[in-house]
T-cell receptor, first 112, second 113 residues
Framework: DAGVIQSPRHEVTEMGQEVTLRCKPI?????LFWYRQTMMRGLELLIY????????DSGMPEDRFSAKMPNASFSTLKIQPSEPRDSAVYFC??????????FGNGTRLTVT | DQQVKQNSPSLSVQEGRISILNCDYT??????FLWYKKYPAEGPTFLIS?????DKNEDGRFTVFLNKSAKHLSLHIVPSQPGDSAVYFC????????????FGQGTRLTINP
């Protein structure tokens, strides 16, 4: 099992540009979570899906953020337009109902 | 509103001694708690967990203690080893509720030789 796969590992972009982060979950896991890590707030939950359906998006900071899960094998987190304060490490994590979360290695986003 | 708090951003411990990482929570509905360990440039990995029906869970060198009345849990590592140097995150959830985990800010543990 390759684990949760995120791409890209690093993303550097200019303010105002669109950014798309990608995640491939572990096969068989029906929960998918997007977290953001910052020094001040640690790991913040942005949104999570169950069986490809968004369940709770209350952590999405603004309308500039959107997430989709078109099928069980793929999810995206999009920021448009990006701002410098969006700079952080974004993690995708997946689980089944009785397993701990398994995290990907994250995408480090830098917005200049 | 930080429901799970780790008030110590960093901790330094000598190799072979005990490391104690602390975590406080405010939501009394939380009934399952976990610790995750994170190395640089990697995602967090699950370390140990405890249900609210217990007050202690042990796995090798790692022990988690839960004090429900104080809404406090701690992770003990004995003896500490250089490979334990990492960031440790405390997390909590409600078993019968949503599957989402609420994490603390993390504590950076450094084990000195």
């Amino acid at each position: 099992d390759a684990g949760v796969i995120q791409s890209p590992r690093h993303e550097v972009t200019e303010m105002g540009q669109e950014v798309t982060l990608r995640c491939k979950p572990i096969s068989g896991h029906d929960y998918l979570f997007w977290y953001r890590q910052t020094m001040m707030r640690g790991l913040e939950l942005l949104i999570y899906f169950n069986n490809n359906v968004p369940i709770d998006d209350s952590g999405m900071p603004e309308d500039r953020f959107s997430a989709k899960m078109p099928n069980a094998s793929f999810s995206t987190l999009k920021i448009q337009p990006s701002e410098p304060r969006d700079s952080a490490v974004y993690f995708c994590a997946t689980s089944s109902w009785d397993s701990p979360l398994h995290f990907g290695n994250g995408t480090r986003l830098t917005v200049t | 509103d930080q429901q799970v708090k780790q008030n110590s951003p960093s901790l330094s411990v000598q190799e072979g001694r005990i490391s104690i990482l602390n975590c406080d929570y405010t939501n009394s509905m939380f009934d399952y708690f976990l610790w995750y360990k994170k190395y640089p440039a990697e995602g967090p990995t699950f370390l140990i967990s405890i249900s609210s029906i217990k007050d202690k869970n042990e796995d090798g060198r790692f022990t988690v203690f839960l004090n429900k009345s104080a809404k406090h849990l701690s992770l003990h590592i004995v003896p500490s080893q250089p490979g334990d140097s990492a960031v440790y995150f405390c997390a909590a959830k409600i078993i019968q509720g949503a599957q989402k985990l609420v994490f603390g800010q993390g504590t950076r543990l450094t084990i000195n030789p």
